[in-house]
């Protein structure tokens, strides 16, 4: 599981060091980073990577909608694993995508991490904050 917010320098080489507690949940195990819906990225261990990537196989191949989400998804997705002192390195296309330069936000979102640009970050923070009583309503069909 990986929970938190940690603001880290992106390196010259394009590498972020994860936070321990992210590399104490990824093991040993490989991770996947690819675009995540917006301008952040999703990086997801193998397996947990492998489990979504099922899912979508299961969408059919007729559908547009379908192939739109796997380019999507795929094209740009790398396979990274920590290297001794815990950086990853995240590939050009996947930072420009993000509009990571120097300082960024690495955030836990259950079973996979969100890497954004700080200054995105902030911006959807504030988002959230500005409009969190919409959200209670639509989180109140979770069950809370």
Do not use: C
Not at 33 to 61: C, H, W
Not at 100 to 110: K, M
């Amino acid at each position: 599981m990986f929970l938190g917010e940690f603001q880290r320098g992106l390196d010259k080489k394009g590498r972020i060091t994860l936070p321990a507690a992210f590399r104490e949940a990824l093991g040993e195990e490989e991770a996947v980073i690819t675009r995540g819906m917006r301008n952040y990225l999703m990086l997801f261990p193998k397996s947990q990577f492998d489990v979504f990537r099922a899912k979508i196989r299961e969408m059919g191949f007729a559908s547009i909608d379908a192939r739109t989400f796997r380019r999507h998804f795929f094209s740009g997705a790398a396979l990274v694993k920590p290297d001794g002192m815990g950086r990853i390195n995240i590939p050009p296309a996947l930072r420009r995508h993000a509009g990571l330069t120097d300082e960024v936000i690495v955030a836990g979102a259950d079973y996979y991490v969100e890497i954004w640009n700080a200054s995105h970050w902030q911006e959807e923070q504030q988002k959230l904050a500005k409009n969190i009583d919409d959200y209670a309503e639509r989180w109140d069909s979770l069950g809370f």
